[in-house]
C-alpha cells in the first residue's frame, strides 16, 4: 500500500499538497457523506493512515527509508479531530462552545454498555438497645434502604435484544458532530462502535443495573458493647454494578439508661439504701441486680457513702473475664417517729458523746 499513491502525489510533494489532497479525498470518502457504505469507509481509513504518516516529517522519512510505520489510533471511545469544514455554518443545533468541546474530550461519555465492575457504597444505621444488653448481648433488626442487584438484568442495567442497526449512529459505529467549523468523531457509544445494536437498556431497573428495597437485616450484638460502638456488617451495603462487591453496613449502638446502674468502664454502679440501726450495728443486706440479687455483710458502724465491691457481677469484658459490681450505700432516716422512739435516740446520744464534727477546721479572721 503506497501512502502516495492513496493520496494522488508524488514522493517529493510539499506538506501543503498532501494536506489539499486529503482534503479533497476526506470530502468524497467520509463515513458521514456516504453512510452506510463499507468501501467509502476502508478508503477513508487509509487516506487517513496516509496522511497521518506523511504529515509527520519523522515518521515520513522512516517510510521513506522502507522501514516499518507504527499507525496511530485515537483514544477509545474518545473524540477525533477529522477536518475543517468551512461549509458548514458556525451556529445552529450541530454548534457550540469550546467550554463543551473540551468536556466532551477530557471526560468522555462512558459507553452504554459498559461492563466495568462497581463497588457499591456503604450504609450507616443506629440501633438503640437496653441497658442489660450489656450483660447479655442482644439480636436486633434494623431496616435500611439499599439498591440491590437488580435481578431481570444480573446488575448489568442491559438486556439482550435481537440484533439490529444501531439507531444512533445508523451502523456507522461513529457519531459525528461540528464546533465551528471543526469536524469531529468519536466512537457510538449506544453500540460501542460496532453498528450493531445487540442490548438495550433493563426496564426495570430503568438501566442502573439495581433496584431499591426496604431490608430488615438482623444485628447481633455481643456482651460488653459500650454506648457508641460501631458495629461492622460486611457486604450489607449498597449493591454493585456488574459483578462489583457489595458495600458495608456500618451500625452504631446506643444503650438506653437505667434507673438504677449506671457502668464506668467495665463496673457496674448503684446505690443502696439502708436503715440506721443497719448502719450502726451492721447487717446483712440483700439488693437486686441485672444478672439476680447480690448480698452484702455491712461491718458495724457503716458510715453513708462508703462503697462496697461485689466481684465478678459487672460488664463481660473482651478478655473474657468480668468487671464488678460497686454498691453504694445511702443511710436513709426514718421520716416520723413516736415518743419512745425519740427517747431512745436521745439516750442513745448521751451515751454516745463523741464530737462528729471534732475534724473540721475553724476559717482563719
Not at 468522555?108 to 442489660?132: C, I, K, N, Q, W
Request: aromatic share 6%; net charge neutral.
Amino acid at each position: 500500500m503506497d501512502f502516495y499513491v492513496i493520496l494522488g502525489v508524488g514522493p517529493d510533494a510539499s506538506a501543503a499538497e498532501i494536506k489539499r489532497a486529503y482534503r479533497r479525498l476526506s470530502r468524497r470518502f467520509h463515513p458521514g457523506i456516504n453512510p452506510g457504505d463499507r468501501t467509502a469507509e476502508e478508503a477513508f481509513a487509509r487516506i487517513s493512515q496516509a496522511y497521518d504518516v506523511l504529515m509527520d516529517p519523522g515518521r515520513r522519512q522512516q517510510y521513506d527509508a522502507g522501514e516499518r510505520i507504527e499507525t496511530r489510533s485515537a483514544p477509545a471511545g474518545g473524540p477525533q479531530f477529522m477536518e475543517f469544514d468551512f461549509s458548514m455554518r458556525a451556529h445552529g443545533a450541530q454548534a457550540s462552545t469550546f467550554t463543551e468541546l473540551f468536556a466532551e474530550i477530557l471526560h468522555p461519555t462512558p459507553p452504554a454498555g459498559d461492563s466495568r465492575p462497581e463497588a457499591g457504597a456503604d450504609l450507616h444505621a443506629t440501633l438503640t438497645v437496653p441497658f442489660e444488653a450489656q450483660l447479655t448481648g442482644d439480636e436486633r433488626q434494623v431496616v435500611v434502604i439499599r439498591q440491590v442487584s437488580c435481578a431481570a438484568c444480573a446488575g448489568s442495567g442491559r438486556r439482550q435484544t435481537a440484533e439490529a442497526r444501531c439507531p444512533r449512529c445508523e451502523g456507522r459505529g461513529a457519531t459525528r458532530w461540528t464546533r465551528g467549523h471543526m469536524v469531529f468523531s468519536k466512537p457510538c457509544t449506544t453500540c460501542e462502535g460496532t453498528g450493531r445494536r445487540r442490548s438495550d437498556g433493563c426496564p426495570v431497573c430503568g438501566g442502573q443495573g439495581r433496584a431499591v428495597r426496604s431490608e430488615a437485616i438482623a444485628v447481633r450484638v455481643p456482651p460488653g458493647v459500650h454506648d457508641g460502638t460501631q458495629l461492622h456488617l460486611q457486604g450489607y451495603g449498597h449493591g454493585g454494578r456488574n459483578g462489583g462487591t457489595n458495600g458495608d453496613l456500618y451500625v452504631t449502638v446506643h444503650v438506653a439508661p437505667h434507673p438504677t446502674f449506671t457502668r464506668h468502664g467495665d463496673d457496674l454502679f448503684c446505690t443502696v439504701p439502708i436503715a440506721v440501726h443497719e448502719a450502726v450495728l451492721g447487717a446483712r443486706v440483700e439488693g437486686p441486680a441485672l444478672d439476680g440479687p447480690f448480698r452484702l455483710t455491712l461491718p458495724p458502724g457503716t458510715q453513708g457513702g462508703r462503697r462496697f465491691r461485689v466481684r465478678g457481677r459487672g460488664v463481660p469484658m473482651a478478655s473474657g473475664e468480668t468487671g464488678d459490681l460497686v454498691v453504694e450505700v445511702r443511710i436513709v432516716l426514718p421520716t416520723a417517729i413516736d415518743d419512745r422512739s425519740k427517747e431512745l435516740i436521745r439516750e442513745f446520744g448521751r451515751l454516745n458523746q463523741e464530737d462528729v464534727r471534732k475534724d473540721l477546721t475553724t476559717p482563719s479572721a
